[in-house]
């Protein structure tokens, strides 16, 4: 953390489920002026108070050793882990911290970086693949050793470093240098072990930046800062000394390694509130958010689903007007897009549509939406976040149950109604803060489900059902079968009096090249018991009373029968039930017992 750990609020959730928190602290260091190197006075404060700022996140690794984190890591088995910040929120999506992970862990690698491309002049670091010689070798050309690893250089060193940052082709606006992310892989003893073999590993990258303004009066100064990516400085291959440069093919085989992909899957910082006379986005909310517009738009062309090209709306008409549509997944419907992609095919989102996915099970076929479709899962894994269970919870990772979550199938559909007001002033796409006029909104409770098919849901409606049931619509028809236009009957479903369990489910198979397969499964035996929940609690109730009474019947005339035949084996007359009499009316007679 850059802020004390008590200027933080604990999500309510981290309790509920155990999840495990050590929280430490960036070191304070004193900022100084490029006068002389003078420490920065507090204004205001009492004499000798000194101005202090984080010393970077290079620290983390030596704090890591000093607490303690890295035992209680290996204590639970962990071999890697990923760091990310957590102003980023677009680290996670697709594929990007799977592959980086899974690179990471099967080449046994000590550090990896996610890298893209990178606009030319910004401020942020790069990656380069460094060779050193090592000048304390030898002169001699043939006994030198030499140094490789993937390594950061900060932006603010680039010229030191003696990097010029060159277009990667004439006239374009990339550099040929990709960009420091700050979302890393790393191989736990491995880092422990460079921690523990030199102090560059202990205090990686070590600069002072001075170019900001640090003095009341306005004279610029720095502080001494380290940064967590150059830990790979003190995790160099060097090879035996006579052996020459490192040939070409046997840089992948390199304790660090860089994976690439698009810049907006990678990294698109929230760091800023945007001035409203800028219509610069970066690292602004605004800008990140349109960037998720932008991979929301990559995996609905996957999905086939037809939408407005975010692309085509200018800067200022995004500020001005909003975005062109919003489309709201959570990642639990994949987290891959090869897997969302087969939940969600086919349909079309229209201008200005608005689209809110919080469910993990759903089967999306051709859904058209004009308006705002809302969509929540109370319990999207199958666990009720209720506070009773919080002991009960507590030390066990989330999972997913596939018979207790809520699920949502949607085949045929249009959604009609008048969505989102963009005129609504004060309102923020980026936040979810947005004045809606009308709206179709599906709550399900528990392991409720909703199932619409070749239906239009025009208007404000909410579809609200409560767990153990399932909600149905089917077009309505009038007596001589014809479709009513624009009518919807309601079906209803008790999950329990039909059998229990959810009424499909996704299969998954792992194919060649591990690639993931689904395949849906239903019960097809399925049917309603009324079309309004009031009747079909009733037609519930009344089958289970009904059931009940001649269950009560089948035992009292067993019980009848065992009394009759305890009867005639002791030979009494008193007693028991009474002999039951022939179709004639008359009484059976009475067989003595054998004698003995």
Not at 149 to 170: C, F, W
Not at 246 to 252: G, I, N, S, V
Not at 328 to 333: D, E, F, H, K, M
Not at 534 to 547: D, H, L, N, Q, Y
Request: charged share 25%.
């Amino acid at each position: 953390l850059s802020t004390p750990p008590d200027a933080y609020e604990l999500h309510p959730d981290i309790a509920l489920y155990g999840i495990a928190l050590r929280l430490f602290e960036q070191p304070l260091v004193p900022v100084v002026t490029t006068k002389g190197g003078e420490w920065v006075p507090l204004e205001g404060q009492a004499a000798f108070a000194i101005s202090l700022k984080p010393g970077g996140h290079g620290a983390i690794w030596k704090l890591m050793h000093d607490q303690g984190v890295f035992t209680w890591l290996g204590a639970k088995g962990r071999k890697g882990a990923v760091v990310r910040q957590i102003t980023n929120p677009m680290a996670g999506t697709d594929t990007t911290l799977l592959a980086l992970s899974g690179v990471g862990r099967r080449g046994d690698k000590a550090l990896g970086f996610a890298s893209c491309e990178r606009h030319l002049g910004a401020s942020e670091g790069v990656n380069v693949l460094v060779e050193r010689v090592n000048e304390d070798d030898d002169d001699d050309d043939a006994s030198r050793s030499y140094s490789y690893g993937i390594s950061n250089v900060e932006y603010t060193v680039l010229q030191q470093r003696g990097i010029s940052d060159e277009p990667v082709a004439p006239g374009s606006s990339e550099s040929a240098y990709p960009a420091n992310t700050n979302v890393l892989y790393i191989g736990l003893e491995k880092i422990r072990d460079a921690l523990r073999s030199s102090p560059r590993g202990a205090f990686p990258g070590l600069l002072v930046n001075l170019s900001k303004p640090a003095h009341p009066n306005g004279c610029k100064g720095g502080r001494l800062e380290t940064s967590m990516q150059n830990i790979a400085d003190a995790l160099m291959h060097t090879t035996t000394p006579g052996d020459g440069p490192l040939p070409m093919d046997q840089w992948e085989n390199l304790p660090t390694f860089v994976l690439y992909t698009l810049r907006r899957r990678i990294t698109s910082s929230a760091k800023k509130k945007r001035d409203p006379a800028n219509p610069n986005l970066a690292q602004t909310p605004e800008g990140s958010f349109l960037d998720l517009l932008k991979n929301a738009s990559d995996l609905l062309a996957r999905c086939d689903v037809a939408h407005p090209d975010p692309d085509a709306m200018d800067v200022a008409a995004y500020l001005k007007d909003g975005p062109s549509f919003i489309f709201s997944a959570n990642p639990a419907i994949g987290p891959l897009w090869d897997v969302t992609s087969q939940k969600i095919r086919g349909g079309a989102l229209r201008e200005r549509a608005e689209v809110r996915l919080e469910i993990a099970e759903i089967e999306w076929k051709d859904v058209d939406v004009d308006g705002s479709l809302l969509i929540t899962a109370d319990a999207p894994f199958g666990e009720e976040k209720v506070d009773d269970d919080a002991e009960a919870a507590r030390g066990k990772p989330t999972s997913f149950d596939d018979d207790a979550c809520g699920r949502c199938r949607l085949r045929g559909v249009a959604v009609r109604n008048a969505g989102v007001d963009w005129s609504a002033p004060d309102d923020e796409a980026w936040s979810a803060t947005l004045t809606r006029s009308e709206s179709c909104v599906v709550r399900l409770r528990g392991n409720a489900e909703f199932d619409a098919r070749d239906v239009t849901l025009s208007g404000d409606v909410m579809y609200d059902v409560p767990a153990g049931w399932r909600l149905s619509l089917r077009p309505d028809t009038d007596e001589r079968g014809g479709e009513s236009l624009g009518a919807v009957r309601e079906e209803w479903t008790d999950l329990s009096a039909a059998g229990g369990g959810p009424t499909w489910r996704w299969a998954y198979d792992v194919g060649d090249g591990g690639r993931v397969g689904l395949r849906l499964e239903e019960r097809l035996d399925v049917g309603a018991h009324g079309d309004s929940r009031e009747a079909a609690e009733a037609a519930v109730g009344k089958s289970r009373k009904s059931r009940k009474s001649m269950e009560e019947a089948q035992d009292g005339e067993l019980r009848g029968n065992s009394a009759v035949s305890r009867g005639g084996e002791s030979g009494s007359g008193g007693g028991g039930a009474a002999p039951r009499k022939s179709k004639g009316g008359a009484t059976p007679e009475k067989r003595r017992a054998p004698a003995r």
